[in-house]
T-cell receptor, first 115, second 116 residues
Framework: GQQLNQSPQSMFIQEGEDVSMNCTSS?????WLWYKQDPGEGPVLLIA?????ELTSNGRLTAQFGITRKDSFLNISASIPSDVGIYFC???????????????FGKGTHLIIQP | GAVVSQHPSRVICKSGTSVKIECRSL??????MFWYRQFPKQSLMLMAT?????????EQGVEKDKFLINHASLTLSTLTVTSAHPEDSSFYIC????????????FGPGTRLTVT
């Protein structure tokens, strides 16, 4: 199936620093979604991207849909303690079940903010 | 977005018993819901698509007789893990396909299942 390669796997940063993470695929996606998951919670949608080259912001978060449609980037500016968590990229795929498009997820980027 | 609830938030059951997990769409009627499973330190994996008024579609490797899905109304889907075993212990998360014609999905808070 279509796999998403997400990097880095984890990031140790200082509060106030900017963060960058990316997601790549060998297949073309027509939608990229970025989620954040806190421990013991479900993922929360941060940003949705629908057009190649699109750059979308949500507060201190900015995400871009790569021109090749095979990658996406998420940037967080001026990190704060509540940014800690796991960030997942996701894209729609036709799974083997044949139903409506489910989502395939990257393995996540674990963001840790050092005091 | 959409607001999704799940119940219970965590459950412990004995091996061989069955457990039912509820997923509710609180602010709009959802014809399509999804069930995902997440093992510790891993990503989410789609188990099945729940369709209101019709049978669920299961992903390869997911036993439909073990994971029973019922989408009886536009706001409620249930997942029943039958004859649970310790290897079924996981974090089960449902999602709702957004009200617009997009691929956005909105997730519930998850249910932690522990089978002893």
């Amino acid at each position: 199936g279509q796999q998403l390669n997400q990097s880095p796997q984890s990031m140790f940063i200082q509060e106030g620093e900017d963060v960058s993470m990316n997601c790549t695929s060998s297949s073309i996606f027509n939608t990229w979604l970025w989620y954040k998951q806190d421990p013991g919670e479900g993922p929360v949608l941060l940003i949705a991207l629908y057009k190649a080259g699109e750059l979308t912001s949500n507060g201190r978060l900015t995400a871009q849909f790569g021109i090749t449609r095979k990658d996406s980037f998420l940037n967080i500016s001026a990190s704060i303690p509540s940014d800690v968590g796991i960030y997942f990229c996701a894209g729609p795929v036709k799974y083997s079940g044949g139903g409506a498009d489910g989502l395939t997820f990257g393995k996540g980027t674990h963001l840790i903010i050092q005091p | 977005g959409a607001v999704v609830s799940q119940h219970p938030s965590r459950v412990i059951c004995k091996s061989g018993t069955s457990v039912k997990i509820e997923c509710r769409s609180l602010d709009f009627q959802a014809t399509t819901m999804f069930w995902y499973r997440q093992f510790p330190k891993q990503s989410l994996m789609l188990m099945a698509t729940s369709n209101e008024g019709s049978k669920a579609t299961y992903e390869q490797g997911v036993e439909k007789d073990k994971f029973l899905i019922n989408h009886a109304s536009l706001t409620l889907s249930t997942l029943t893990v039958t004859s649970a075993h310790p290897e079924d212990s996981s974090f089960y998360i449902c999602s709702v396909k957004g009200p617009l014609v997009t691929y956005e999905q909105y997730f519930g808070p998850g249910t932690r299942l522990t089978v002893t």
